[in-house]
């Protein structure tokens, strides 16, 4: 009797690159390792959804949709909807039957021959010269965003409309991207445009984060580790994902290098985003976003080795937001509460809004049994100081 041959799921996606599958649901365009374009799963009108080439893994980084995994996934989704279950051997069956069958849609454009073959990513390291232009960049557009004024259209006006607090904007570093400023500033400090390309400052002619206001990862040292920049004006960026993190580096947990990781019944609040967390801190709390809806594994390791308390803040976006924090949940193996906001409010920084915003979280809080701290938990000794020549008081 011949034995029945084994299914070799990996060897199947080698013989069907993400790359090709994905030409038949959506257009595509190639940015760095990265495909990026419109998610097919949703109304996507600002492009939110990429293909990281490297890993042959898909995501939309829209707060409402929130979707990803790899081509088995993608096919599914198409398929089943947010029904799909990769784990339902039927479903799974006809994903894969589809898939080798080529029973897929027409390809809606070509595939250049150089997406199938990506080089391998390592992310950069940081070293003390990459953290000091980083530092040097951090500052410059903390800079921008204070020496701008404060104009019914400027960033800084944006950021206070959220509920940002001039305090908090000042100690946690929130800059602003101007555009313009950071290749002079470079090469007046000793630095070069090819130092500033190699971690994705600087994108051919122009700043990565241009138009953008930035958020800042900082150790207890004042190092600063990574930075990340959201459109703060849709008109600004009509063709862009939401949020644009460093592609050369590696995207770290925010808050979690000068997080007190000592055993304590002190809660620790995860959310998605940097404003969210910049709220939390504002009202007394600890936090930490995940900057996205996927949680990496090695997030998740660490979130799961804390010795505190921790409680969910998810997105309550009608299902995404809960989804993901159900997953969160499962990857961190900890059957950790969530914290619902009113009804009506999406996020934590959206509650920041409401006149009792702040009392509601506490009262909230509260009948958790978290109760957060009276003043803000960190202090000027571990909390990101931007001292220095470029620093606009």
């Known amino acids: 009797m011949t034995p029945k041959k084994r299914f070799d799921l990996d060897e199947l996606k080698r013989r069907h690159p993400l790359a090709d599958v994905i030409v038949r649901y959506a257009e595509v365009r190639r940015s760095g390792e990265r495909l990026v374009g419109r998610c097919p799963f949703h109304d996507d009108r600002h492009p939110s959804f990429a293909v990281h080439l490297p890993t042959e893994t898909w995501q939309c980084y829209a707060a409402s949709c929130g979707l990803g995994g790899d081509v088995i996934d993608l096919i599914g989704y198409a398929e089943h909807g947010r029904g799909w279950n990769a784990r339902e051997a039927t ?21 250049p021959h150089d997406w199938q073959q990506p080089r391998a990513w390592r992310p950069v390291e940081l070293s003390p010269r990459t953290q000091q232009l980083l530092h040097l960049t951090a500052r410059l557009y903390h800079t921008a965003l204070l020496a701008l004024g404060r104009g019914p259209s400027s960033p800084y006006a944006y950021l206070r409309e959220r509920g940002l607090s001039d305090a908090i904007l000042r100690r946690e570093g929130v800059g602003y991207a101007a ?64 949020y644009l993190s460093l592609k050369e580096m590696d995207k770290p947990l925010y808050g979690y290098a000068r997080l007190d990781k000592r055993p304590s019944s002190k809660p620790v609040l ?84 409401q006149p009792e915003g702040e009392a509601i979280f506490k009262a909230m809080m509260a009948s958790q049994g978290a109760a957060t701290n009276e003043t803000n938990p960190h202090s000027d000794a571990d909390g990101f100081s931007l001292r220095g020549p470029l620093y606009a008081p």
């Open 91 to 111: 479903m799974f069956k006809e994903v894969v039957h589809r898939l080798d069958a080529a029973e897929l849609p027409v390809r809606r454009q070509s595939v």
């Open 270 to 353: 995860l959310v998605e985003s940097p404003p969210d967390r910049l709220t939390a801190l504002q009202w007394g709390a600890e936090a930490l976003a995940n900057v996205g809806s996927m949680m990496k594994v090695e997030h998740a390791a660490q979130l799961a080795r804390l010795e505190r308390p921790l409680f969910i803040v998810p997105h309550q976006d009608g299902g995404p937001g809960l989804a993901a924090a159900q997953q969160w949940r499962e990857r961190i193996g900890r059957d950790l509460p969530l914290l619902s906001l009113p009804e009506g409010v999406k996020d934590l920084n959206e509650l920041a809004l």
């Open 179 to 242: 555009g313009d400023l950071l290749e002079p500033a470079l090469i007046v400090s000793g630095f070069n445009r090819d130092e500033a390309e190699a971690i994705h400052l600087l994108q051919g002619q122009r700043e990565f984060m241009a138009g953008r206001v930035v958020f800042i990862e900082a150790s207890k040292a004042g190092q600063v580790l990574h930075l990340i920049g959201r459109a703060f004006a849709a008109w600004l960026h009509p063709e862009s994902p939401k």
